[in-house]
């Protein structure tokens, strides 16, 4: 990978070194480097579900709900998700944003009010306050809802709109 020399470490110069994975671990541990940020957080697809229910007012939302796993090598916090949806010529149509730890039961889809659902969308910390420290690893639920399905909806799209790293872990 290269060449190391005993004077790098004496006049202080780790940046050769720690490209060396036990080397970069040492300087870790003695508080002499911080660790590489690896990763990303990712959309779990296949835990996608899309449902379209008829609230007791008689009108139709779409909901788009699934999970989201923190596959960086740190602690992160504060997802957040954006939906689009499209229509066959990939126009896009509407676009709704979530933050995650915020999941909702068929009976709540149909009888919270809408200024209730969209706050708990809204709320970055999430529902159960559980999207403020995701561990590497871990996975975050999330749903989406749209209160206006657009005629000639074809498509949708979900995607990461926003995260934070945390400074240090819990």
């Known amino acids: 990978t ?14 050769k070194l720690k490209q060396v994975p036990a080397i970069e671990n040492l300087l870790i541990k003695l508080g002499l480097a911080k660790p590489s940020i690896k990763g990303e957080v990712v ?3 296949n835990t996608l579900k899309v449902q379209t229910l008829r609230r007791k007012n008689g009108r139709h ?21 954006v939906v689009n949806l499209y229509d066959k010529n990939r126009n896009l149509l509407a676009q709704k944003y ?26 970055r910390a999430g529902r159960n306050m559980l999207n403020l420290e995701i561990a590497p690893g871990e996975t975050r639920d999330f749903a989406v809802v749209f209160f206006k399905i657009p005629p000639g909806l074809e498509s949708y799209d979900v995607k990461i709109a926003s995260y934070e790293f945390l400074e240090q872990a819990p």
């Open 61 to 81: 939302i779409l909901v788009i709900s699934g999970e989201v796993r923190n596959d960086f090598n740190v602690w992160v916090r504060k997802i957040q998700v």
């Open 98 to 123: 979530s933050y995650c730890d915020v999941s909702f039961s068929k009976s709540e889809l149909l009888t919270l009010s809408r200024e209730d659902i969209e706050t708990f969308m809204n709320t």
């Open 2 to 15: 290269g060449q190391y020399k005993f004077s790098d470490l004496l006049h202080g110069d780790f940046a």
């Open 43 to 45: 959309v779990l697809k």
